[in-house]
């Protein structure tokens, strides 16, 4: 099993930037892939961004240009750098850990972006 705790979440005015961390524990595959979604109100969950054990990343086109994901493996945390944040991306984000078979969730944390 693993766990997946994140933090960094809050209010920021548009323009600004936040940096969110996930941070795993447990059993982790040296083949898995890391993920942020999130789901806004009233609307579906997104993936954000993606990035696998071996770095490869994958990003939304709505967050193009703007957000970083990132990881630190011998801390097993992934983060997502957010800049120049619209109210568009306010949502509560949520961690994914994947490998074949198997999905772990955080518990997510809330980002509002507004002035």
């Known amino acids: 099993q693993v766990r997946l705790v994140e933090s960094g979440g809050g209010l920021v005015q548009p323009g600004g930037s936040l940096r969110l961390s996930c941070a795993a524990s447990?059993?982790?595959?040296?083949?898995?892939?890391m993920a942020w979604y999130r789901q806004a109100s009233g609307k579906q969950r997104e993936l954000v961004a993606s990035?696998?054990?071996?770095?490869?990343?994958n990003y939304a086109d709505s967050v193009k240009g703007r957000f970083t994901i990132s990881r630190h493996n011998t801390k097993n945390t992934v983060y997502l750098q957010m800049d120049s944040l619209k109210p568009e991306d306010t949502a509560v984000y949520s961690c994914?850990?994947?490998?074949?078979?198997?999905?772990?969730w955080g518990q997510g944390t809330q980002v509002t972006v507004s002035s």
């Open positions: 994914n850990y994947h490998k074949v078979g198997y999905d772990s």
């Open positions: 447990g059993l982790i595959s040296s083949d898995h892939a």
């Open positions: 990035i696998t054990s071996g770095g490869i990343t």
